[in-house]
């Protein structure tokens, strides 16, 4: 497909994007308090189905890897709409609390079907090689996912309560995300005669690609757990340094916009340099904000867009990097395959880091975070040394 055609694919999967990430993976930060106030359940499970739902998103990534991998990303993505919107409406429906997880097992299908992995494997089948910079593009748009969301959800909760803001979340779904992507995200190209057996799930990889997958699985197993513990935890940690709520709530809202104009930046280099050196570059800055933040120096608004920016172009590495190192036949089944890892830290690491917030401190889990950045660095080295023998291999 030429390039003046992709905007509208792009554009689409953007606004997807944003309602898919807006409606299930940032929603309890707002329907959670008013959930619990107004059913008497408590708070720990209504914030726990989130949890529960990327863990059903990560069972589900390897088998949305295969079937992106066959069929393209529209029927999968059309099926995350159904899900989302068949989430919301349990949830708005739900008289008790057993029925409100189930909810979120709908919703956790509905993740691991639409939210990032998924459209990045979309466009790797759509476009192959040259999809970098369609994933690029589309981070950017999932980056106003909580901007956009966050106040819809508390106008929402305001005028019709949690209930009917489930409700309308699952309208757009129905109204707005499905028909973009039935009548917007086209089919994919044929795969290529060479594939080795087209209805196979398996990926054949050689001795080093191991390698290089077990790399970028721990990649994203640290690089899930870090995101997950500072979106749950950051406002608590800054209290216990003594920030006022108010405060707190402020500087965690530098992140989002710290985000975006990360990937504006990596969007302005056009693709000139290999993914790795964004996924470096993220660490650097996710490892040097925290660090700093740990350090408890002045400055914690400055420390949380170098987080903030940081935590931007990974997303856009975690798409590109495995594009470029085991390249576009094998991309949505690889893509799929590495979502499962992260999922399952991004559903893990929130309880951990209550149960250290609970039996230790909030200073051991301010070290705790730039350790584990610090020790993705390593990895990353690793994943430059294998490249490198590769290369000189080859020639």
Known sequence: MSGERRWPVVSALGVVEILAWGSSFYLPAVLAGPIAESTGWPLAWVVGG?????????????YVGTAIHRHGGRPVLALAALFLAAGLTTLALAPALPVYLAGWLLLGAGMGCGLYDPAFATLGRLYGSTARPAITSLTLWGGFASTVCWPLSAFLVAHVGWRGACFAYAALHLVVTLPLVLLLVPKPPPLPATTEDRKSDAISLTARERRVFLLLAGVLILGGAIMALVSVHLITLLQARGVALASAVSYGALIGPAQVGARIVEISFKGRHHPLWTLTAAFVLVALGLTLLALGLPGVGLWLVLYGGGNGIYSIARGTVPLALFGPARYPLVVGRLARPGLIAQALAPPAGAYVL????????????????????????GLWTLRRSAVAAAT
């Open 50 to 62: 989130l949890a529960l739902g990327l863990l059903v998103a990560a069972i589900a990534s390897p």
């Open 358 to 381: 609970t039996h230790a401190s909030a200073d051991v889990l301010w070290w705790i975070l730039p350790v584990l950045a610090l020790a993705n660095l390593g990895l990353i080295t």
